[in-house]
C-alpha cells in the first residue's frame, strides 16, 4: 500500500470512474465480540443449532406440533429445549457484553491527531441524492458489525472528532522552541531528556558541536521537508512576502517559515475508533499505541523513543525504536503540515519482528538551478522504525507518526487469532456412546412400529380410545406409531449432558483458578484456565515434553565461569555438577544436602569478600550489584600484574560492557541496572559492572563506559544483531580518541570458532597463541558445558578504515532494501565477520526451579514419560538430567549421536536390538539435534517411536522449535496418546499448540507461550498438583457422571416401553406428559451435575502421596467401553424392575380405607415415574466417593420437588390427574416402592461389591488404607 502525506494522489491510484481503487482503509474500530446487537438472536441460535442433539429435540417439538400425533401440550414439551437455549444464550449474551464493554474501552480511548488538516488517503464522501439512504444502510451495517463504504458513510456523519481542548501550549511551545534549521544538523538541547537514566547527564558531554556546511549546488538536506535546493540561510531568512500579506497558506510555506496569521493546525484529541491510515498521531509519555505507526520525530535528541511491549510480546524490558532520518525534523504542527512525502509498505501480516517500507519524498528542479535534476530521495522504514498497536510509549516525552495500519489489520490484531480448537477424549469417545443411544432409540421406535401394526387387528381395548390418530390399516397404523413413540421416546436421548458437562468444567476451571497451592506470590500469578472444556484430559495425559530453559530452569541467568587467552576463572559448584558427581557415585544427593551446599556457600562468601578487597585497593567501583555472581579472587591479581594476561583481561571485560544492546537506567541508590531483551545479556554486562567495566549508556551513537575509574568513549558504527539462524552478535566501534575500528563479537562456540582468522602469514608468535588460545578455550568450554553452564565465545578483529568503508556501503544498501533485506544484510554480515581474534568464553548457570527434581520423579511414580527438548549440548543435558531426577542412576543410559542419514539408522537399529521391550530396567535415551533430524524422515521414524516407547525419559539436545513440535506430533498421531507440551518462551508455542494440552509458563521470555497456551502456570512443580489432583478428580467425575446421565435416560424411556406391550403398542403415554418434560430439566438434574463437581475420592494430600493413582487415567479405567454397555444393560434392568413391580403388586387393585384403587393408567403411571426419578437419584448416590451435604441436599431435594410438583400439579389437572397426591398416602405405595428400589440396585450393589473385593480398582485400595 502507499500512503501519501500532504500530496495529492496520483492517477494511477483511481478506477476510470474516478474512483479510489484501494477503497477505503479498515476502520480504527476493532471487534472481538462475537455478537451486535442485529445478529445475536440468529448467530446464536445458529451456534446452538450446530449441536446434533439441538437439532434433534427441534425436530421432535416440530413433531408434537402436529395434531395427528396427539400431543395435547405441544408448548409444553418445547420447554426443556426452550431452557437450553435461553440459559446458553444468555450465558453468551453476558460473555459477549463483557467483550463489548472492553471494545468500547478501547475504541473510546484518547490520541492526538492533526486537526483542520486533510488526509489525502480518505476518500471523500460525496454527497449525492441517495446520500440519506447510505446513512441508514450505514447504520445497520454498524449494527451488523459489517465494514463497508455504508459503515463508513455512516460513521462519518455519526463519529465526529471528540472536540477536546488542544495539545496544551507546553507542547506548542517545545515544538516551536525546538525546530530545526535548514541545515537540519542543530541539536535540539532544550528537548527534555528521558527521565531516570544517564541519557540526560550524558548529554552534555557528548553534544558534538554545530557543523555548518557551505552550499553546494545539487546538495540538499536529507529531509521530507526540503523539496528544492536552497541556500543555507535562504530559508529562515526570507522575509514573508509584501504584496500578498499572510496570504499564502501555512502548508505552501517552506521549513524554517513562520505560521500563516490565519492557520488554524493543531493537535487534538479524537477517539482511537476515528483513526485513519495515514493521520499524523503524537504519542506523548505513558500513552498506550492506538494503530500500528511509523515514527517520524520524538523528543529525544537523537530521534530514539521507548516503547513498552509487554501486551504484545509479554516482555517487560523496555526496547529501542528508532525514527525515521528523514522527518526528525517534523517538530511542531506546521513542520507536519509542510512536509511531503509517502510511505510504499507491504500488505499486513503477523510477524511482529518484520516489516519492510519505504519513505520516498520528490526533489523538484528549480528554476534558477540548472545544476539540480529532479528526482526522488528515499529511505527504508524497518520494524524498528514502527511503533505497534498495544504498546506503551515509556521514558519519552512526545513522538509524532503517522498511522500505517489500523484495526483488524495490526499485526497485535493479526496475532490474536484463537489457539487450534481443542476438545477433550471423553467428549470425543462420549460421541459413539450417543450415537449408540440414537440407535437404541430407532430400535424401540421401529419395534413399536412393527409390534402395532401386528397387533392392529388384535382383540383388545385400544380400538375403544382410538381418536382417529391411530390410522386406518395396519401399514398407517405403523407408520403413525414410529413417529408418536419417536416423540415418547425423546429423553433418551441427552438434551442436558452437553450444557451440564459444560458446568461441571466451568467448575473444574475455577477450582483450578483459585488453588492457592499453585498460586507463585512472588509474581502475583495464580494458575489461570485458558481452555475451559479440557479439564479431564489433565487426568489422563501420558506424555510430557517440556522445554528445559525457563521451564525447568528458572531463566535467571547468573555469570559463573569464564576462559580468557586460555586461563580459566571462576569458584563454586552448580547443580549439574552436582547431578554429575551422583551420576557417578551413584550416590543420593540428599547425602550432600547437609553439609556440601551450605559449607560451600560460606567458602565462597569469603572468596567474594576477598576478591572485592583487591578490586577496592586497585580502583574505586560504585556500581558493585547487590548480587554479584562470579568469584574468584585471582582475576584481580592477574589485573594488577600489568602483563598480557592483564591486558587480555581487560579486553575481554571490556567486550562483555560494550558489545550488547542493553539500555542501562540509573536506579534511586544511584547504582546501575540493565534493560536487556535477554537475561543472557544482561548477566553478561552485570557481571562486567561489578568487576569494574561499567557500561554507563549510550548517547545517539556515543556509547560511554567506566573502566576501572576511567571514563572511556566509543564512536558505535554499526549492529550487526543476534538472530537464532546467525546464533552471535557484533558490534563495530571506533574510540573517540583513536582512528582505528574494531568489531566486537559473541555467539555460539560452534559459530565463533569457524569464523577465527587461520591465515596469520607471517605472524608466528600470534599463531602459535592463538592456538594455544583455542585448544585451551574449548577444553574449558566442555568442562564448563558438562557443568551444565551456557557458554558463548568472544572474539575481535580490527578493520582498516579501506575495508570498512565500501563494506558500509553495501551494509547500509542492504539495510535500505525493500526486498530480501535480511538476506541482504546477513550476507554483509558474513563478509566482515571473519578472520576473528579469539579472546575467550563465558559460562552462565540457569539454576534449576524450586521443586523440579521432586516433581519429575513425582510424575514419573505415576506413570507419565517425560521428553525433555532443549538446545543444550549432550553432556549439559545429561547432567541437568540427573540433576533434575529425569535421568538415574538405575536407568541404562542410551545415546544416539550420528551426522547423517544412514549413520543414524544404524545407531537407531542397534538400540533396538540392544533393548528389550519387554524387559523391566529403565532407560534414558539421548539423542541431539543432527541425529534427530533424520530420526523424524519417514523411513526412521517408526523405530525411533518404538525405541522411545522403551524408554522411560527421552533428551532431545540441540533441538528447532519446528523438531519440537514434530516429535509431539510423532507421539501422538504414533502411539495415540494424551500428550501435554509445556514451554515458556516463543520457540515452544508450535509444540504447545501441537499437544493435547499445553501448558504456558509465564516467565520471563514473554507472553507468547502462555497465549498459545491451555493453561498458564508460573512454576514447573505446580505440574504436579495440576495434573495429579485436579486432572484426576476432573477425569473421574466426568466419567461417572457421563455414566449417570445415561443410566437415568434409559431407565425414564424404557419404563415407558414396557408399557407398550399393555396397549397393543399405540403409542399411549404411562403417565402425563409434564412430568416427560420435567425429567430431565429438574427431577434429576442437580444431583448428576453435583456429583461432577464436588465428588472427590481422596483428598488432595493423600492424592500427591500416591503418585500412582493417576494409572486409573492413563489406563481409562472409568470410561471404557464394556462400562458403558454394561450401564446400558443395568439400566434396562432397572426400569423393568421399575415397571414390572408396581404393575404386578398394583394391577388387581389396592385396599383402600376410602375405596381408592391405584391400578388405573394414570395412578400407576405416577407411582412408577415416582420410583423411576428416586432410581436415577439413588444411582448417583451408589456413584459417589465422599458424602458431603451438598450431596445429599442435592439428591433428596431433587426427590422431593417431584412429590410437591406432583401435589401441586394435581390441583390444577383434575380430570386425569385427580387425587394423585393422595396416591402417595397409602402404605402399599411405600412399601412397593421400598421392595422395587432394593430390587433394582441389589444387583449392582452385589456385583459392585464383587468388584471391590477382588478386582478394586487403584482408589479403592487406598482408600481402605487410608
Known amino acids: 500500500r502507499k500512503i501519501y502525506v500532504n500530496m495529492p494522489l496520483p492517477a494511477n491510484e483511481y478506477d476510470d470512474k474516478g474512483k479510489l481503487i484501494k477503497g477505503n482503509y479498515v476502520s480504527n474500530r476493532i471487534q472481538t465480540a462475537k455478537y451486535t446487537p442485529l445478529t445475536f438472536v440468529p448467530k446464536n441460535l445458529f451456534e446452538q443449532f450446530r449441536n446434533v442433539a439441538n437439532l434433534y429435540f427441534l425436530f421432535i417439538v416440530v413433531l408434537q406440533c402436529i395434531p395427528l400425533f396427539g400431543v395435547t401440550e405441544p408448548a409444553v414439551s418445547a420447554l426443556p429445549l426452550i431452557a437450553i437455549l435461553v440459559i446458553t444464550g444468555i450465558k453468551d449474551a453476558v460473555e459477549d457484553w463483557k467483550r463489548n464493554q472492553s471494545d468500547d474501552k478501547v475504541n473510546k480511548s484518547k490520541v492526538f491527531t492533526l486537526h483542520h488538516w486533510t488526509n489525502t488517503n480518505i476518500p471523500r464522501v460525496e454527497k449525492g441524492p441517495w446520500h440519506w439512504l447510505h446513512i441508514i444502510l450505514g447504520f445497520f451495517s454498524s449494527l451488523a458489525g459489517i465494514e463497508n463504504n455504508f459503515a463508513h458513510t455512516y460513521r462519518s456523519i455519526k463519529d465526529r472528532p471528540v472536540v477536546l481542548p488542544r495539545l496544551d501550549s507546553d507542547y506548542r511551545t517545545l515544538s516551536h522552541r525546538t525546530a530545526v534549521t535548514a541545515t537540519g544538523n542543530k541539536l535540539l538541547g532544550t528537548v527534555k531528556q528521558k527521565s531516570g537514566t544517564l541519557r540526560s547527564e550524558l548529554t552534555n558531554i557528548f553534544t558534538p558541536s554545530e557543523r555548518h556546511m557551505p552550499y553546494r549546488p545539487g546538495s540538499i538536506p536529507h529531509s521530507v521537508l526540503y523539496r528544492k535546493p536552497t541556500n543555507q540561510t535562504s530559508q529562515t531568512d526570507r522575509r514573508p512576502s509584501t504584496i500578498h500579506p499572510g496570504g499564502e497558506p501555512c502548508a505552501d510555506r517552506m521549513a524554517g517559515e513562520p505560521e500563516a496569521p490565519n492557520c488554524k493546525v493543531c493537535w487534538q484529541m479524537v477517539q482511537w475508533q476515528d483513526l485513519n491510515v495515514g493521520d499524523y498521531v503524537m504519542i506523548r509519555n505513558d500513552d498506550n499505541i492506538p494503530a500500528d505507526i511509523a515514527i517520524l520525530s520524538t523528543s529525544e535528541v537523537d530521534n530514539l523513543c521507548y516503547v513498552e511491549t509487554q501486551n504484545l510480546d509479554g516482555e517487560t524490558n523496555l526496547k529501542v525504536r528508532q525514527g525515521l532520518q528523514a522527518t526528525s525534523g517534523l517538530r511542531n504542527v506546521h513542520d507536519c503540515e509542510r512536509a511531503r512525502f509517502y510511505i510504499e509498505t507491504e500488505p499486513p501480516h503477523a510477524n511482529i519482528y518484520q516489516f519492510n517500507g519505504v519513505v520516498r519524498w520528490n526533489i523538484e528542479q528549480p528554476d534558477d538551478n540548472q545544476s539540480t535534476v529532479s528526482h526522488q530521495k528515499t529511505e527504508a522504514v524497518t520494524y524498528n522504525n514502527l511503533l505497534l498497536r498495544g504498546c506503551v510509549l515509556r521514558n519519552t516525552r512526545w513522538a509524532i507518526g503517522i498511522v500505517v495500519y489500523t484495526g483488524v489489520e495490526t499485526k497485535i490484531m493479526l496475532n490474536s487469532g484463537k489457539t487450534p480448537s481443542k476438545r477433550s477424549k471423553i467428549a470425543k469417545a462420549t460421541n459413539p456412546h450417543v450415537i449408540a443411544n440414537f440407535v437404541i432409540l430407532a430400535i424401540i421406535s421401529i419395534v413399536s412400529s412393527i409390534m402395532a401394526s401386528v397387533q392392529f387387528n388384535d382383540t383388545g381395548s385400544s380400538r375403544f380410545f382410538d381418536f382417529n390418530i391411530e390410522g386406518s390399516n395396519p401399514t398407517y397404523a405403523g407408520f403413525l406409531t414410529f413417529w408418536v413413540t419417536l416423540i415418547l421416546y425423546q429423553n433418551i436421548v441427552p438434551i442436558s449432558l452437553y450444557v451440564s458437562v459444560e458446568i461441571v468444567k466451568t467448575f473444574a476451571a475455577y477450582f483450578i483458578f483459585s488453588d492457592i497451592d499453585m498460586y507463585y506470590e512472588e509474581t502475583d500469578t495464580p494458575c489461570v484456565p485458558r481452555s475451559w472444556n479440557i479439564s479431564d484430559d489433565l487426568g489422563q495425559i501420558e506424555y510430557i515434553f517440556s522445554d528445559k530453559t525457563g521451564t525447568l530452569t528458572q531463566n535467571v541467568m547468573e555469570f559463573r565461569k569464564c576462559t580468557i587467552n586460555g586461563v580459566s576463572y571462576g569458584m563454586g559448584e552448580t547443580e549439574a555438577m552436582r547431578g554429575a558427581r551422583k551420576r557417578e557415585a551413584g550416590v543420593s544427593e540428599d547425602n550432600h544436602e547437609e553439609t556440601g551446599p551450605e559449607q560451600e556457600n560460606n567458602e565462597l562468601d569469603q572468596a567474594r569478600k576477598t576478591m572485592y578487597e583487591k578490586q577496592a585497593s586497585m580502583f574505586t567501583n560504585k556500581y558493585i550489584g547487590p548480587n554479584p555472581t562470579f568469584v574468584d579472587p585471582n582475576l584481580f591479581d592477574d589485573i594488577a600484574k600489568d602483563d598480557l594476561q592483564s591486558t587480555a583481561l581487560i579486553h575481554f571485560f571490556l567486550t562483555l560492557g560494550l558489545c550488547h544492546t542493553v539500555m542501562a537506567e540509573k536506579t534511586e541508590d544511584d547504582n546501575i541496572e540493565y534493560k536487556a531483551q535477554s537475561p543472557d545479556e544482561a548477566a553478561l554486562v552485570g557481571t562486567a559492572r561489578d568487576l569494574g567495566f561499567v557500561f554507563l549508556g549510550r548517547e545517539s551513537n556515543i556509547l560511554s563506559i567506566d573502566v576501572m575509574g576511567e571514563l572511556q568513549t566509543f564512536e558505535l558504527l554499526n549492529v550487526l544483531e543476534f538472530n537464532s539462524t546467525r546464533k552471535r552478535m557484533s558490534v563495530i566501534l571506533r574510540p573517540t580518541d583513536s582512528d582505528k575500528i574494531v568489531l566486537l563479537c559473541k555467539g555460539a562456540d560452534s559459530v565463533i570458532i569457524e569464523r577465527l582468522c587461520t591465515d596469520f602469514g607471517d605472524q608466528n608468535d600470534l599463531k602459535e597463541s592463538q592456538e594455544n588460545v583455542k585448544e585451551a578455550t574449548l577444553q574449558h568450554l566442555e568442562e564448563f558445558a558438562n557443568e551444565g553452564l551456557r557458554t558463548l565465545c568472544l572474539s575481535y578483529r580490527f578493520i582498516s578504515t579501506e575495508e570498512y568503508k565500501p563494506w558500509n556501503r553495501r551494509f547500509q544498501e542492504a539495510s535500505s532494501s525493500i526486498n530480501n533485506r535480511e538476506e541482504r544484510m546477513e550476507e554483509a554480515s558474513e563478509e566482515i565477520e571473519c578472520n576473528m581474534l579469539l579472546m575467550g568464553g563465558t ?118 522449535p519446528k523438531q519440537k513440535a514434530e516429535v509431539v506430533m510423532l507421539v501422538k498421531k504414533g502411539l495415540k496418546v494424551m500428550t501435554l507440551a509445556i514451554g515458556d518462551g516463543a520457540n515452544d508455542v508450535s509444540m504447545i499448540q501441537a499437544a493435547n494440552i499445553g501448558v504456558g509458563i509465564s516467565g520471563v521470555e514473554g507472553r507468547q507461550a502462555v497465549m498459545a497456551s491451555d493453561y498458564a502456570i508460573a512454576q514447573f512443580r505446580y505440574l504436579q498438583k495440576l495434573l495429579l489432583v485436579h486432572g484426576r478428580w476432573s477425569y473421574l467425575r466426568t466419567a461417572e457422571m457421563i455414566m449417570g446421565f445415561f443410566f437415568k435416560n434409559i431407565v425414564w424411556t424404557f419404563v415407558l416401553f414396557w408399557y407398550q406391550i399393555f396397549c397393543q403398542f399405540n403409542g399411549t403415554i404411562l403417565f402425563d406428559y409434564a412430568l416427560v418434560t420435567l425429567y430431565n430439566l429438574i427431577f434429576t438434574s442437580l444431583p448428576i451435575i453435583f456429583l461432577g463437581i464436588w465428588d472427590q475420592d481422596l483428598s488432595a494430600k493423600i492424592s500427591l502421596a500416591y503418585p500412582e493413582l493417576y494409572r486409573m487415567g492413563l489406563r481409562n479405567d472409568k470410561f471404557k467401553v464394556w462400562r458403558f454397555w454394561l450401564t446400558i444393560f443395568d439400566s434396562i434392568f432397572q426400569s423393568a424392575v421399575c415397571f414390572f413391580f408396581p404393575y404386578m403388586l398394583l394391577l388387581g387393585g389396592s385396599i383402600d380405607p376410602t375405596g381408592r384403587d391405584h391400578n388405573g393408567v394414570y395412578e400407576l403411571g405416577t407411582i412408577i415415574s415416582s420410583i423411576a426419578v428416586i432410581v436415577a437419584n439413588l444411582f448417583v448416590a451408589f456413584s459417589l466417593y465422599s458424602y458431603t451435604w451438598i450431596q445429599l441436599v442435592g439428591i433428596a431435594g431433587s426427590i422431593c420437588v417431584y412429590y410437591v410438583f406432583v401435589a401441586i400439579y394435581a390441583l390444577f389437572n383434575t380430570f386425569i390427574f385427580a387425587g394423585q397426591s393422595n396416591v402417595f398416602g397409602t402404605g402399599l405405595y411405600w412399601l412397593s416402592l421400598i421392595l422395587t428400589v432394593v430390587a433394582c440396585f441389589l444387583p449392582r450393589v452385589s456385583a459392585k461389591h464383587y468388584l471391590h473385593q477382588y478386582h478394586p480398582y487403584d482408589n479403592d485400595i487406598v482408600r481402605e488404607d487410608v
Request: with cysteine.
Open 843 to 960: 559460562a552462565i548457570e540457569d539454576r534449576l526451579q524450586e521443586g523440579v527434581p521432586d516433581t519429575i520423579a513425582e510424575l514419573a511414580k505415576s506413570g507419565i514419560k517425560l521428553w525433555v527438548l532443549t538446545g543444550d549440548k549432550t553432556e549439559t543435558a545429561i547432567n541437568i538430567g540427573f540433576a533434575c531426577n529425569l535421568v538415574t542412576n538405575d536407568m541404562d543410559l542410551i545415546i544416539l549421536k550420528a551426522t547423517n542419514r544412514e549413520d543414524t539408522k544404524k545407531q537407531l537399529e542397534d538400540a533396538l536390538v540392544s533393548t528389550d521391550k519387554d524387559s523391566d530396567v529403565k532407560r534414558a535415551l539421548v539423542i541431539d539435534g543432527i541425529t534427530l533430524k533424520y530420526a523424524l524422515e519417514p523411513e526412521a521414524k517408526e523405530s525411533m517411536l518404538d525405541l522411545g516407547m522403551r524408554c522411560a525419559s527421552v533428551l532431545c539436545c540441540r533441538v528447532s
